[in-house]
Structures are given as structure tokens and as C-alpha cells.
């Protein structure tokens, strides 16, 4: 029996890239998912753990800062900042919304209010706000990175690589914007070029597991699938790493490798600075 759509976003979640959860089951067509996306986590990754209630108390805190004078920029940064890292995403839209309210014209506020809705999956409104964080004169690459996911969320997939090359002629080779960029391939399933790009990420941080765990997606949705799980592993118990592989080989077994196209036996090379 086929997998329901749903089922899908398991194996992203599983791999490691919860933003891949929600751009897979829309590059599947399938169900709604509950995330976000900075598609490689790297603008939108959850902060490192801290125990339950040393993280309660210091969040209680800032918020407690930002009520006592929301015209206070560092309190509202940092508040909402704290509040999109622990998950509790819309209350990091409504803490910028308001912070934008009582700063009215703030790029720094426009940046983390238009990164927050984004992250809520409020890709048109975050993309419209996040237009007034810069300027054509003088514009943030990592906003950039984020425009072009909004787009590509919205299904704007030729526009959003506009706005990732702009990012690239600013930072070029970053691996952030790169694997950005590759997963933009995956939803219209170019996936040979979705991982020659995610390679050049991966030579230029092979220590971020985000990307080495978008790197062995797309190689595991080309059926190599031994490969796909030695790459994996590097973040993954063995077991775990096998049983992810496992499942994306049964999803593809199913029919749903129709919807990318022929397998490839090997990746395209790489451009090279």
C-alpha cells in the first residue's frame, strides 16, 4: 500500500532538516506541515538545547524585560529571538509585530519580524517586510537567503534563485545560501542539480549536519541509497541512519521516484571557485 503524503515528511524529519519536512510534502503535493523554512535551518535552526527550565526562566525574563518598554530594541531582538528558538513561533510574530509597532521604520526589527513570519509559514507577508529590512544599495545577503525561500515556499522557484544568486555574488560559495539553493532544485525535481550544488556546500562546510542531511536526501531520492546512509550516519545512530533509508527506499519502491524522474548513477561536478 502507498504511503500517504504525510507519511513523507517523517523521512525529512527523521534526516535531521525540519524545514525539508515542509518542502518535501509540498514538492510531493502532499499535506500541510507545521514548519517553517529557512530551508537549511541555517538562519532558522533551533538554538542548542538548554534544560526545560533554565530555559523557562530566561525567556520569562526577557519577556518580562520587553513588556516593561517595548520601544527597547536589544529587549525585543532578543526576546523574540529566544521565543523562535524554543518553537513558540507565533508568539515571536506577535512580540516583533509589536516591536515594529513602537519602532516604526527599524531595519533590525523589520529583519527579525519578516525571518519570524517566514518561519511561521506566513512566506508572503515575511517576504513583503523583509523587503524593508534592506536596500538595493546596500543588501543583506543572509535577507536575501531568506526572500528566496519565502519565494520558493510560494512557488516562485525561478524568482527565488534570483534572489540566492544576488545573496552568492555577495558571499560566494557560502554553503548557507548554497543549500539553499539546492533544495530550491529539489522542489522541481532537478536532482542532479540540487545535489552538485549541495556538494559545493558540502566542500565548503562539510561540518554542518544540516547540509550533509539534505546532501544524503537528495542522493538517497536518486535511489543510491547505500551512499545516501553513509552519509547520514555521520549524524545518526547506525540503526536510525539505516531505518531512515529504509523507509525513503520503500517510499520510491511505491511510485514516488515517478515524480523526479529518471535515477541518475552520479551527480554532476561541481562548479569550483
Known amino acids: ?148 525561500t519565502a519565494l520558493d515556499n510560494l512557488g516562485n522557484h525561478e524568482e527565488a534563485r534570483r534572489y540566492y544568486t544576488s545573496a552568492l555574488k555577495i558571499v560566494p560559495d557560502e554553503p548557507s545560501v548554497l543549500s539553499n539553493l539546492g533544495l530550491s532544485y529539489v522542489l522541481t525535481k532537478e536532482l542532479p542539480k540540487a545535489e552538485a550544488t549541495l556538494r559545493r556546500a558540502y566542500e565548503r562546510n562539510s561540518n554542518d549536519a544540516r547540509v550533509r542531511q539534505n546532501l544524503g536526501l537528495v542522493i538517497g531520492l536518486q535511489g543510491r541509497f547505500a551512499e545516501a546512509e553513509a552519509i547520514v550516519r555521520a549524524d545518526l545512530p547506525a540503526d536510525e541512519a539505516a531505518a531512515n533509508v529504509a523507509y525513503l527506499k520503500q517510499m520510491l519502491k511505491n511510485g514516488d521516484n515517478r515524480q523526479y524522474g529518471p535515477r541518475t548513477s552520479s551527480a554532476e561536478t561541481p562548479p569550483r571557485s
Request: hydrophobic content about 40%; aromatic content about 6%.
Open 1 to 148: 500500500m502507498r504511503h500517504s503524503p504525510c507519511h513523507h515528511s517523517r523521512l525529512a524529519r527523521l534526516l535531521g532538516s525540519a524545514a525539508l519536512a515542509a518542502l518535501l510534502a509540498t514538492s510531493l503535493g502532499g499535506c500541510q506541515t507545521m514548519n517553517s523554512p529557512e530551508v537549511t535551518g541555517a538562519l532558522g535552526a533551533k538554538a542548542e538545547t538548554v534544560p526545560e527550565g533554565e530555559s523557562h526562566r530566561g525567556i520569562e525574563a526577557l519577556g518580562e524585560r520587553f513588556r516593561a518598554n517595548p520601544r527597547d530594541l536589544d529587549a525585543a531582538l532578543s526576546y523574540g529571538q529566544a521565543l523562535r528558538a524554543n518553537g513558540q513561533r507565533q508568539q515571536a510574530v506577535a512580540v516583533f509585530e509589536q516591536a515594529n509597532l513602537a519602532n516604526p521604520g527599524n531595519k533590525a526589527i523589520f529583519g527579525a519580524y519578516g525571518r519570524a513570519l517566514v518561519d511561521n509559514g506566513n512566506y508572503q507577508q515575511g517576504f513583503d517586510v523583509l523587503s524593508r529590512a534592506h536596500t538595493p544599495a546596500n543588501p543583506d545577503w543572509r535577507i536575501l537567503s531568506i526572500q528566496g
